[in-house]
Every structure is written in C-alpha cells, then in structure tokens.
C-alpha cells in the first residue's frame, strides 16, 4: 500500500486491496474515498466490495467516482464536503492518487490556500498539480 499524505486531514493513494483496508483503519484514518469508477480495469476491486470492508473496520465510506469529463470545481466542492464532514482523517484513492490529489488541489484553491502551498505539497508526494493549478483562477 502506498499512502502519501497531503496533508493532516487527508492522505491519498493508488487502487488500494482488500487486505489493505483494515490496515488503513489501523493507521486511524476514520472515513474511505474511493474516487474511482466501478469496472475502470479488469481485477479492480468494486467498491462495494471495499466498503463492506472498510465498514467491518469501522470507517466511513464514500462513492465519489471521478473521470476526466466530471473533474471539476462541483466535485471538488463535493470532495472538500466530504472531508469537512468526517469525524477524522480521510484516506482517498483511485487509480493512480492523482484524481484524488487534483480534487484536493482545486478544494484547496476554492478554499483560498495558496497556490505554491498546494502545488508543493503534491509535489513532496509525488504528483504535479502545476497544469492544473494554472488552468485555475486565483
């Protein structure tokens, strides 16, 4: 499992297992993310199949599938809802962690983070939100 930590709210991660979900639990993050669509790549694991997991072991879930045509301010502002609402920590994941991280970046901006504070912190995680907080106003 790879985890990589935005921030003190929320870490986000590539297509977790089954057997990754107690341990996520065990690491105290409260609320489950999965941001990716049901039946992107054969072998993925549904959500349905996470979430009864995670469950089990006492987190929250989300659905929030996110794809190119529906990235944008309004699922950002439903993402930022999401950890706004949680009682604790939030662990995020999709394929790669980008979709999370760039959810993440535009909330962030929506919220009035600087810029340069977002795109670092992606960065020490290894992702490159530069592109896309340039396409942003602000």
């Known amino acids: 499992m790879d985890v990589r930590k935005l921030d003190d709210r929320l870490a986000v991660s590539p297509q977790i297992a089954l057997d990754d ?7 105290g993050y409260q609320t489950l993310v999965c941001n ?6 054969a072998g993925q694991p549904e959500f349905e199949q996470i979430a009864a997991a995670a ?15 529906t990235m944008g301010i309004e699922a ?20 790669t962690g980008t979709r999370c991280t760039m959810l993440w970046t535009i909330s962030g901006v929506l919220a009035g983070t600087p810029k340069e504070e977002l795109r670092d ?3 020490r995680n290894g992702y490159d939100m530069t592109n896309l907080l340039e396409s942003l106003p602000g």
């Open 21 to 27: 979900v107690k341990a996520i639990a065990g690491l």
């Open 36 to 41: 990716r669509p049901d039946g992107e790549d």
């Open 55 to 69: 469950r089990a072991a006492g987190m929250e879930t989300v659905f929030l599938p996110v794809t190119s045509a």
């Open 76 to 95: 950002a502002r439903q993402f930022a809802d999401i950890l706004a609402a949680s009682e604790g920590p939030v662990f995020a994941y999709c394929r």
């Open 121 to 123: 912190a992606a960065a």
